[in-house]
């Protein structure tokens, strides 16, 4: 399905709203506030431990609170044991049963249909109808297709500032170094094995790429392939097609066959390989332009993946912030939603970092952000349609726990790819036929009407 191109103005403008829009919800906001002597605060949680923001990322709310100065939001850092959102989704959760929920909630295409189905978050459409005139021109200029991921049975319960698709990043020096020239962009599976050979040297401790150590950024290779975890409508597991055994097969061999990729260690990430250069390809959005910023490591060629059976075909997604129905201040919360999208909030929070899903900011941002060169190719992916979603169903946090084990069973070769995959379905399967979220018609429908593609 052709797309166009991501045109993402998600400018919602609600340092504007004070004087351009009057609507109704400022002005719950104002009668709020003048009723009460004490300012609101704000907890909004975000998947990050911090470390590697920098002090105007820290301080990114401050802008927002010239423009509302009753409003004090706060960073939550919140990190993820398993290294993926499923581990941060199990935290979120956590905190919502302790009763000490955040207010607003960074959540990435993995976790909406979670929050919705669970009745976490609430909808937006009120705040935004409120204020269709500044909105709606933002709306327009949104790809339909991230729109709809978060749209739940009709709601919308967020706006998505950013996009993040998953290429191939690869170290320049060490292609240099190695006499190996970059590939084009039409380069093939068969050409990338060609390179692995050339580049990879694991006697002096340098290797060609490291295996993805996060699924969403595995699963574009099983996309590139022609597989999935899950069938289309997202309710038995195919994780064990041949498709899948093929792309995971692979991975095993690159390790301990072909020695192409080392051995993962529980401490060492795939980006952190090839941040210290030990590894010369990965495949990853742009977010990890925070750990090449952090390590002054620039001029990192990003590039399509090698075309497979399903040709370049990735994996990709969006974030937006969501309003928790537990918050004590909604309509504030709504406001502070919205205004993430906007070109204050982008330009300083994705200086680095992931891809903006305003173009026209992402141009202005990549264009002189040094750590990442061909970044054009990172929306490329959604102006050809070579893209699909993560297969993210409510059930996504225990999925990601089953798709870990086995990984990590794969990569250390105590399994074929073939057995352990058909482990790892008999769990999926049983996984989504005991599912809470599945008992009802209704909650069936539901899942039944997420946007998939």
């Known amino acids: 399905m052709k797309k166009r191109m ?3 103005a998600l400018c919602l403008g609600l340092t504007l709203s004070m004087t351009a829009c009057g609507g109704s919800s400022d002005g719950k906001m104002k009668a709020q506030s003048e009723n009460s002597d004490e300012k609101v605060h704000l907890k909004v949680a975000l998947y990050s431990d911090g470390q590697n923001m920098s002090e105007a990322q820290k301080k990114v709310f401050d802008s927002f609170t010239e423009e509302h100065p009753d409003i004090v939001p706060e960073f939550q850092f919140i990190t993820s044991d398993t290294g993926n959102w499923n581990g941060y989704l199990t935290k979120i959760k956590t905190m919502i049963a302790s009763g000490e929920a955040p207010d607003v909630v960074c959540v990435g295409l993995e976790g909406v249909a979670m929050m919705a189905m669970q009745d976490l978050a609430i909808p937006i459409d ?11 021109p933002i709306l327009d200029n949104i790809a339909q297709e991230l729109q709809d991921i978060y749209i739940i049975d009709g709601k919308r319960y967020s706006i998505p500032y950013e996009a993040n698709s998953v290429v191939t990043h690869i170290r320049k020096d060490i292609f240099e170094e190695k006499g190996v020239e970059l590939p084009d962009e039409d380069w093939t599976f068969e050409e990338f094995k060609e390179i692995c050979g050339k580049i990879s040297d694991p006697d002096n401790g340098i290797y060609a790429f490291g295996v993805p150590t996060n699924f969403f950024c595995l699963a574009s290779w099983l996309y590139a392939n022609g597989g999935a975890t899950l069938n289309d409508d997202w309710t038995e597991g195919t994780i ?11 991975f095993q061999d690159a390790i301990h066959k072909y020695r192409w990729a080392p051995q993962p260690e529980a401490n060492t990430t795939d980006v952190d390989l090839i941040v210290q250069g030990k590894t010369a390809m990965g495949w990853w959005g742009r977010w990890v332009s925070n750990d090449y910023a952090s390590s002054d490591l620039s001029h990192i060629y990003a590039n399509t993946l090698p075309a497979m059976k ?31 999208a906007e070109k204050d909030y982008v330009e300083t929070f994705m200086k680095t970092g992931s ?5 026209e900011f992402g141009a202005e941002i ?15 992916v959604y102006e050809a ?3 699909r979603r993560s297969q ?7 999925l990601g726990s089953i798709y870990q084990k086995y990984m990590d069973i794969i990569y250390s070769n105590q399994m074929t790819a073939q057995e352990a995959l058909d482990l790892a379905n008999d769990e999926i399967d049983q996984l989504l036929q005991n599912s809470d979220y599945r008992k009802s018609d209704k909650d069936k429908a539901i899942i039944e009407s997420l946007f998939k593609n």
């Open 240 to 250: 064990n097609s041949p498709e899948v055994v093929e792309v995971f097969q692979f």
């Open 310 to 340: 399903n040709g370049h075909t990735t994996c990709a997604g969006s974030c937006g912030f969501v309003v928790m129905k537990s918050s004590k201040h909604q309509e504030e919360a709504k406001a502070l939603a919205c205004w993430t």
């Open 126 to 136: 009120d705040y935004v109808d409120e204020n269709i005139d500044k909105y709606q």
């Open 392 to 398: 993210d169903p409510p059930e996504y946090a225990d």
């Open 385 to 387: 349609g070579d893209w």
């Open 366 to 380: 990549c264009s002189a952000d040094p750590t990442i060169e061909n970044w054009e190719c990172m929306y490329k």
């Open 355 to 359: 891809l903006p899903a305003n173009s």
């Open 6 to 8: 991501l045109c993402m």
